[in-house]
């Protein structure tokens, strides 16, 4: 597969030129976004992720989130996707006996806009997985300007305003899987659309709602629209959000810029707007922190991430952090810790 990633590069003797004492080593942590991947001059497979999450954070299990990795090309478009939950679960079970459990929860990619053949496909990742499918994200995060983009496969502008998009995530609801939103900001009216016409529905939305910071967009500028629009989703019972991807460059931070990789409290003081008025609206038990891994790894290390995560949740009581690193993911993703 040709790969066509905008990712900011991995540089470990970069990463390597800050270490710092891990905050609260005994936290269990469910890490419920991370990526595995083979593309390209690109790999980050399950020996890379264990590395991760052990250095030195209580990473109990963790989700994987599709990336259009492994995939089975020889196989019609719709059933491609299928070999990369067939990979994955098969990193489950190799993972299976360890201090982490990986990929205990799969978030695979099945298009929606299929009609009635969403729901026998959805059925059939279910039981390749041996019941760690948990739900699907499809290719959404869209932006005019060709300076935005961060995935893989640069998606056209649809499907999340389709009719067809929101039948299939009926489907999706009544099989009792959820649905990750991977959307920028300005396409939050569109999520919320279909949070409210799916009302049965778990509409995991990812990475604080997409703020962006380049391109035409500057970070502060666009901060009272994106709140305004989180504020809407969070008005909807249905809709979790997801506590991360804020490093990713998207967002304009540039902490890959920097002469050495940012500390946690350096990463704590960035992230604080959003991860605050995130926990603000929705409330703790509908928030969890995420890695974002190894996107995110092209501007800090596993274990700074977090620190930081943990310095911005210092405050909290002792519920609401239990919810912000493992409770809401397991009860989402139906997980036991």
């Known amino acids: 597969m040709l790969n066509t990633s905008r990712q900011i590069a991995i540089r470990q003797d970069w990463l390597d030129q800050h270490a710092e004492p891990v905050l609260e080593p005994g936290l269990p942590i469910i890490d419920p976004h991370h990526h595995i991947w083979v593309h390209e001059d690109e790999r980050y497979l399950l020996p890379d992720l264990l590395r991760d999450t052990a250095s030195g954070h209580d990473i109990r ?20 996707s299928l070999g990369e939950t067939r990979f994955m679960t098969e990193v489950a079970m190799a993972s299976e006996g360890g201090s982490t459990r990986a990929c205990a929860g799969i978030v695979g990619l099945v298009d929606l806009t299929l009609g009635d053949a969403v729901a026998p496909l959805l ?3 279910v039981a390749l997985s041996g019941g760690r499918f948990k739900g699907v994200r499809n290719r959404t995060a869209w932006d005019a300007s060709p300076a935005v983009r961060s995935n893989l496969v640069s998606p056209p502008p649809g499907p999340l305003g389709t009719p067809e998009f929101r039948e299939g995530a009926k489907r999706l609801a009544a099989l009792g899987l959820t649905l990750d939103v991977w959307a920028y ?3 939050l009216p569109l999520v919320l659309e279909v949070a409210r016409a799916v009302p049965e ?9 997409g703020p ?12 009272p629209a994106w709140r305004a629009s ?22 304009g931070l540039d902490l890959h810029e920097l002469p050495l990789p940012p500390d946690s409290a350096t990463l704590a003081e960035a992230w604080w707007p959003h991860v605050e008025n995130c926990v603000e609206l929705f409330g703790a038990q509908r928030c969890m922190f995420e890695s974002n891994f190894p996107v995110d790894k092209g501007m800090c290390s596993y274990h700074v991430l977090w620190n930081a995560f943990k310095r911005l949740a210092a405050s909290a009581t002792e519920g609401e952090r239990t919810a912000l690193f493992s409770g809401t993911a397991a ?3 139906r997980l036991a810790i």
């Open 201 to 209: 529905l778990t509409l995991v939305v990812n990475h604080c709602g």
């Open 212 to 223: 962006l910071g380049i391109g035409p967009y500057d970070r502060a500028a666009v901060f």
């Open 230 to 251: 989180v504020a809407a989703l969070a008005d909807c019972p249905n809709v979790v959000m997801k506590l991360g991807g804020l490093a990713m460059h998207v967002g």
């Open 185 to 187: 900001h300005p396409q």
């Open 331 to 333: 009860r989402v993703y």
């Open 123 to 125: 059925e059939e990742h």
């Open 61 to 80: 299990a963790t989700v994987f989130v599709q990336c259009a990795s492994q995939y089975d090309l020889d196989a019609p478009p719709e059933r491609q």
